[in-house]
């Protein structure tokens, strides 16, 4: 059973970091993609970050491009989310999800079929 269980969120005032995880279990980790999402209420979900099966090749959203920053770690089954000079408007709930997608990185939610219950980032002005 695949299991991907994100940590890391809180209350934050602008300007301050936070770094998610999300450990995974029940999956050959490095056979998947993986990516951040994140759903603000009465919005839709929208793609944040995403990182390949070997953490080489990254992308983020124009939104978090320069503050935020993904990476893995294959050994510990992790996926990270730095998440640096917070603003108010990144308040949302973050998750992450997994994709067998191949052939590059994907930042379509319906490419990910494996997702996380989510963790709250409330940041505060």
């Known amino acids: 059973q695949v299991q991907l269980v994100e940590s890391g969120g809180g209350l934050v005032q602008t300007g301050d970091s936070l770094r998610l995880s999300c450990a995974a279990s029940?999956?050959?980790?490095?056979?998947?993609?993986m990516g951040w999402f994140r759903q603000a209420p009465g919005k839709e979900r929208e793609f944040v970050a995403a990182?390949?099966?070997?953490?080489?090749?990254?992308s983020h959203s124009d939104s978090v491009k320069g503050r935020f920053t993904i990476s893995r770690d294959n050994a510990k089954k992790t996926v990270y989310l730095q998440m640096n000079s917070l603003k108010p408007e990144d308040t949302a709930i973050y998750y992450c999800?997994?994709?067998?997608?191949?052939?590059?990185?994907?930042?379509?939610?319906?490419?990910?079929?494996?997702w996380g219950q989510g963790t709250q980032v409330t940041v505060s002005s």
């Open positions: 999800a997994a994709t067998t997608w191949t052939l590059t990185i994907t930042s379509t939610i319906h490419n990910y079929g494996f």
């Open positions: 029940g999956l050959t980790f490095g056979n998947y993609g």
């Open positions: 990182i390949s099966r070997n953490g080489v090749s990254t």
